[in-house]
């Protein structure tokens, strides 16, 4: 199925700026008021708050004459998380050949959107046929799920009650034990840690610094844009910073300087900074949005398995 043929609907929340729960919340806190709270907190800029990277280039994101699109493509699976057969949009590269291995993306999105909100607000298969076309980025499958593993995976009008909340939990199981080993079983991909990285926007973000950091067996390059301060403990995450810094291959952290939920990301950019765990830290002048989400994906997939 060729998405880019299909009138691509993400849901009205999708492009609206909706912050998440804190690092302190549990699903059965939440609330539309303690998200509006945190989103609204006073931003408080450190020294090092600073870019790392311009904006991505007028047109990095449209369409080129010439350059013809890749595949992207709707796979199904089977949950037993949820007990359902789910789907993740996948992003095949230009020239995709079974005859050779891929690395793999997982790219997660916020909380209220699904599987097609990296493709119709951000447009990362864009980004991605433009950069690989360039030589700018290696090619790379590109599997964007939904991160909200329910039974009814569909957003639903209360974004914040603890179901929806919890099914971002679950996630974590879903993508390991149900999605990631039905890709390699379908696509022609690499298998070791190495050739796979996670990334995700807001609550995605979020996820992946949580289950990331968690499973560095499973993945050797992060990026977190705008995470949703939802972070576990740290030192529950990096119980070992020398054994982390081992591993990482890249640790990828953004936010805008105008987004109120940049305190998370800040508390993990100076734990990281503390343990001297290298890591990049890109703060742009943008709010919790599409243009900061795009042009750090621009910037983060130039880096990846290299």
Not at 162 to 182: M, Q, R, S, T, Y
Not at 210 to 235: I, R
Request: aromatic content about 10%; hydrophobic content about 40%.
């Amino acid at each position: 199925m060729h998405l880019r043929s299909l009138a691509v609907l993400v849901p009205a929340a999708c492009l609206a700026v909706v912050p998440a729960l804190s690092a302190q919340d549990k699903p059965a806190d939440t609330s539309p008021e303690r998200a509006r709270a945190n989103f609204g907190r006073a931003v408080q800029l450190a020294d090092d708050d600073v870019r790392m990277f311009p904006d991505a280039p007028a047109g990095f994101d449209v369409p080129r004459e010439g350059v013809a699109p890749a595949r992207v493509e709707l796979f199904s699976y089977d949950s037993t998380v949820t007990g359902k057969r789910r789907e993740a949009n996948v992003y095949l590269p230009p020239d995709y050949s079974p005859e050779r291995k891929y690395p793999v993306l997982y790219l997660l999105h916020g909380i209220a959107g699904n599987h097609y909100e990296w493709i119709g607000y951000v447009h990362a298969d864009r980004i991605l046929d433009n950069l690989i076309r360039d030589s700018k980025a290696v090619p790379m499958i590109v599997v964007m799920p939904n991160g909200r593993a329910l039974p009814d995976d569909r957003p639903p009008a209360q974004l914040f009650s603890p179901e929806n909340v919890a099914g971002f939990v679950k996630f974590e199981h879903d993508l390991l034990d149900c999605l990631i080993p039905a890709i390699e079983a379908k696509y022609s991909t690499y298998t070791d840690r190495e050739h796979r990285a996670l990334a995700g926007l807001s609550m995605g973000g979020g996820q992946t610094i949580n289950f990331g950091l968690a499973h560095l067996d499973h993945f050797a390059w992060l990026g977190g844009f705008s995470a949703a301060p939802n972070a576990k403990p740290l030192t529950e995450l990096i119980p070992d910073p020398a054994a982390t810094t081992k591993r990482l291959k890249l640790f990828y952290l953004s936010c805008g300087n105008k987004d109120g939920l940049i305190n998370g990301s800040q508390g993990v950019h100076r734990f990281f900074k503390e343990k001297n765990i290298p890591h990049i830290w890109n703060v742009d002048d943008h709010g919790h949005d599409g243009a900061t989400w795009g042009s750090n994906l621009y910037h983060f997939t130039q880096l990846l398995f290299r």
